[in-house]
């Protein structure tokens, strides 16, 4: 390039060109050598912009796209399709719903396959409308994140009524079991009575009460049940009936008082919940309690 710029400065001084000439060969050459002639081999910004992105950045772009666009329109399908179901399932049970769960069905069935094809759409028009590949690729990061955080909270959302919905069937399955030890202890209190009355002297052996029979389905994950007079013990289901701490929590009947907390058993420490049935029978009360494992 010196050597040009030389030939034009020398051609100037012998009066060959005029300086206004002289400019425009400067300002020529400067964009000669901007575009590069067609033999050289260095790789400049120019040359990459005409060139365009590589295959492999390309190939990754595409691959990125397809992802969220299939993504985007599966999500945009299946929330319209398996929300409806799932509220009504959940309004017929009575189930408490969360916070999330109400903002989510909350919100118009249309809105959210419009929202989600809209986002197909943008991003796949971005392709054929952006050129620089990091922009691209920054724009695909961000719609995967978004598509991610959109199924966590689909998920945590329908995954919480879920769960309130096994502990109301737990309650229900145990407030019953709990009601019909109460009907069998009516039986077993005034069995008690007439034996403490025969024999004022000698101790009371407690009865061997059935588990298979309180849950007769097998729903109920069952642990000990004990039927009391006052503190006596008067049937049970082991020989050391399992003591529970915890709070009382809301049950589905207002004769059951349920207590959610954890008890030992062989040496491990388990959720639960307990179910505590007070009764009379013959001018005595007693209490019918069930103790049901949550842990799986």
Request: glycine fraction near 6%; charge should be positive; proline fraction near 7%.
């Amino acid at each position: 390039m010196s050597e040009e710029l030389e030939r034009i400065e020398k051609m100037l001084a012998e009066g060959k060109v005029t300086p206004e000439e002289a400019e425009r060969l400067r300002k020529a050459l400067s964009d000669s050598l901007e575009r590069e002639p067609e033999g050289s081999q260095e790789e400049t910004p120019s040359r990459r912009k005409r060139r365009g992105p590589g295959p492999v950045v390309r190939v990754l772009g595409w691959v990125m796209t397809l992802v969220v666009c299939a993504g985007a329109v599966c999500l945009g399908l299946f929330v319209p399709f398996v929300l409806p179901k799932l509220t009504q399932m959940f309004m017929e049970m009575d189930v408490q719903l969360p916070a999330m769960t109400r903002l989510l069905i909350s919100v118009p069935l249309p809105v959210y396959p419009l929202l989600f094809i809209v986002l197909a759409i943008f991003v796949f028009a971005k392709e054929l409308v952006l050129w620089e590949r990091m922009n691209t690729l920054l724009i695909n990061l961000g719609a995967l994140l978004l598509l991610a955080a959109s199924l966590f909270v689909l998920v945590v959302s329908l995954y919480m009524p879920m769960r309130n919905l096994v502990q109301h069937l737990e309650k229900s399955r145990g407030s019953e079991a709990a009601l019909l030890l109460a009907e069998d202890g009516r039986a077993l209190l005034d069995e008690y009575q007439q034996f403490i009355g025969e024999n004022p002297n000698r101790p009371w052996k407690p009865k061997k009460l059935d588990l298979a029979k309180l849950n007769s389905n097998g729903q109920l994950r069952l642990l000990d049940a004990v039927v009391l007079s006052d503190q006596t013990l008067i049937a049970s289901a082991s020989e050391r009936p399992l003591s529970l701490s915890g709070r009382v929590v809301p049950g589905p009947d207002p004769g059951v008082e349920v207590l959610r907390g954890s008890c030992i058993v062989n040496g491990r420490k388990l959720n639960c919940l307990q179910y505590k049935v007070p009764f009379q029978q013959g001018g005595r009360r007693g209490v019918a309690r069930i103790v049901v494992r949550l842990d799986p």
